[in-house]
């Protein structure tokens, strides 16, 4: 019988293996890699906790070396999508009542056997199907996702232990339910760590989700499935359906349960599925949660107080770690001219000393873009620019898609400030700068927060504290994530939760207590010890 005000273990964020050479866990990455390359799998859709297979196999293939075949997985239809409906309702009153303190023991193992036994295959299934570098998928797969669960548990916490006051005679509680109907999950390729978390924050609630893996992350998406399967999540808790997505979104949005949408991905599926939801609202049982994060057009802009290192720097890995793949990543920036040479002496001698190729070279910093669709739409803008009078490259530039999907590192120097490479949003290994006169400070800050519809990150580098004070007012809006002297990516849990305003999602802050509060239905409930048995109130009375 569970009588006690349990506390779970204090959340520290996951210590990041470094993978110098000579240590024990390079090694074992290195022979998790060989044993999951050497092993083609066939990876089921789990439905109510059972492995569902259709035969419709669709080939997976390293982002890097596309010839080769990693695997298959089962695609599914229309059908499945309402079975796993129909699973995630039916486990939903058992899951919603279990204590709550079950739910984040089985999270909380679900860390443990991460951050332990499943840490090299986690990292070796990212690094194969998702073309990261050991150290990009170490702090993404493995120490966000672990950050993620081991927080979430302790926000979790924290969130029922906020309750209302009560006067005298009366006891006020708020009990936080988990909404009524399924939550629908859908993730995207570019961090395993998100895809794991978007399924397990709304299901730590007690929700229960069905949840929609990019097709290009199914291969690590399985393993976060089994992981929490071996953890002792019960059946129907998470469901995740491998489908095209207006198969399933026919399905989800049209039915009555449907009570929230986790998603990460583009801004214009985005908008999209919330006007889909907008036009159904009258089926509903109740109104949707709806949280997204989406798109960004990510800012560095440089003062000439700044170290010219420090920027070339913070843009070198800002716009090129995981190849530009992130939301967060340095998409535009704006450097003063005076010290531009110094800036652009550093960041070239820095870009040029880039390795590309595979993961399996953990010498190589630059890997391959997702796949054949993104490759061409990065190649597209970088020859579009060599058609530019608005732009020209100044490094980079080439593109091959012989043997994997490599573009190289691409630096493009703009003459206009609102060419397209400065506003539109590219998702790969392509950084476009503008030099501007140290006297346009100002107005280059107006024109960077007008410039995108986005505002996810953005960062300032500068030693003039005025100047920092200054440009963080003028940019007040133009960023969710903002970063002083710094990259604007690598926000970790627990530090800096995540997301941003306008184009870029509803700021719903993975990360933080916050991203909770959206996954549960607080209900008040009132207690009066000795009712009243009249219905007259003093003032009634005459002298």
């Known amino acids: 019988m569970s009588n006690a005000f349990f506390e779970p273990p204090l959340a520290v964020n996951e210590p990041i293996y470094d993978y110098a050479p000579g240590t024990e866990c390079k090694d074992e990455l290195k022979q998790a890699i060989r044993i999951l390359k050497s092993t083609e799998v066939d990876v089921p859709m789990f439905i109510d906790g059972k492995e569902v297979r259709t035969g419709n196999k669709i080939s997976m293939h390293p982002p890097y070396e596309h010839a080769y075949t990693l695997g298959?997985?089962?695609?599914?239809?229309?059908?499945?999508?309402?079975?796993?409906?129909?699973?995630?309702?039916?486990?939903?009153?058992?899951?919603?009542?279990?204590?709550?303190?079950?739910?984040?023991?089985?999270?909380?193992?679900?860390?443990?056997?991460?951050?332990g036994p499943y840490r090299a295959r986690m990292n070796a299934a990212t690094m194969l199907c998702q073309s990261k570098n050991a150290y990009q998928s170490e702090i993404d797969a493995v120490c966000e996702l672990i950050d993620f669960l081991r927080f979430n548990v302790q926000f979790m916490t924290e969130l029922y232990a906020g309750q209302p006051e009560s006067a005298e005679g009366v006891w006020n509680r708020l009990e936080y339910r988990p909404l009524e109907g399924f939550v629908f999950a859908i993730t995207p390729f570019n961090f395993t760590a998100i895809a794991g978390n978007l399924c397990a924050a709304p299901a730590m609630m007690g929700n229960t989700v069905v949840w929609k893996p990019a097709e290009s992350q199914v291969y690590s998406a399985a393993l976060i499935m089994e992981i929490f399967m071996e953890a002792g999540l019960p059946d129907g808790v998470i469901n995740m359906i491998l489908v095209d997505g207006p198969v399933a979104g026919d399905v989800v949005f049209s039915h009555k349960e449907f009570a929230g949408l986790h998603f990460t991905g583009s801004t214009g599926v985005f908008q999209h599925l919330w006007k889909t939801i907008g036009n159904n609202i009258s089926n509903y049982k109740s109104y949707p949660r709806i949280v997204g994060e989406t798109g960004g057009k990510d800012f560095v802009v440089a003062h000439n107080s700044a170290h010219p290192d420090e920027v070339a720097t913070a843009l070198a890995r800002g716009a090129f770690e995981f190849q530009g793949q992130k939301c967060s990543a340095a998409s535009r920036a704006y450097v003063p001219a005076s010290i531009w040479d110094k800036v652009w002496e550093k960041l070239a001698s820095q870009v040029k000393s880039?390795?590309?190729?595979?993961?399996?070279?953990?010498?190589?910093?630059?890997?391959?873009v997702i796949d054949e669709k993104s490759f061409d739409k990065i190649s597209g803008y970088i020859e579009n620019v060599k058609k530019s009078d608005d732009a020209e490259i100044i490094i980079g530039g080439g593109c091959d898609k012989s043997k994997g999907y490599f573009i190289e590192p691409t630096i493009i120097r703009a003459k206009n400030p609102r060419t397209v490479?400065?506003?539109?949003?590219?998702?790969?290994?392509?950084?476009?700068?503008?030099?501007?006169?140290?006297?346009?400070?100002?107005?280059?800050?107006?024109?960077?927060?007008?410039?995108?519809?986005?505002?996810?990150?953005?960062?300032?580098l500068a030693k003039d504290r005025n100047v920092i004070n200054y440009a963080t007012k003028a940019l007040e809006n133009s960023a969710g994530n903002f970063y002083i002297n710094d990259k604007p990516t690598g926000a970790v849990v627990g530090q800096q939760p995540f997301g941003g305003g306008r184009a870029s999602g509803t700021n719903d802050k993975a990360g933080s207590i916050l991203n909770l509060y959206r996954w549960v239905s607080p209900r008040t409930i009132k207690e009066t010890f000795v009712t009243p048995r009249d219905y007259q109130y003093p003032f009634l009375g005459e002298e």
């Open 421 to 460: 490479t400065m506003c539109e949003e590219i998702f790969g290994p392509v950084l476009t700068i503008y030099v501007y006169e140290d006297d346009q400070f100002e107005e280059i800050l107006k024109i960077c927060d007008e410039t995108s519809p986005y505002a996810l990150t953005g960062s300032i």
């Open 72 to 115: 298959h997985f089962h695609m599914g239809d229309k059908s499945h999508v309402e079975s796993a409906i129909d699973a995630a309702l039916a486990a939903r009153k058992e899951w919603g009542s279990l204590p709550w303190q079950d739910r984040a023991a089985i999270f909380l193992k679900a860390a443990d056997l991460i951050a």
């Open 354 to 368: 880039f390795k590309m190729g595979s993961p399996e070279d953990f010498t190589n910093f630059i890997n391959a």
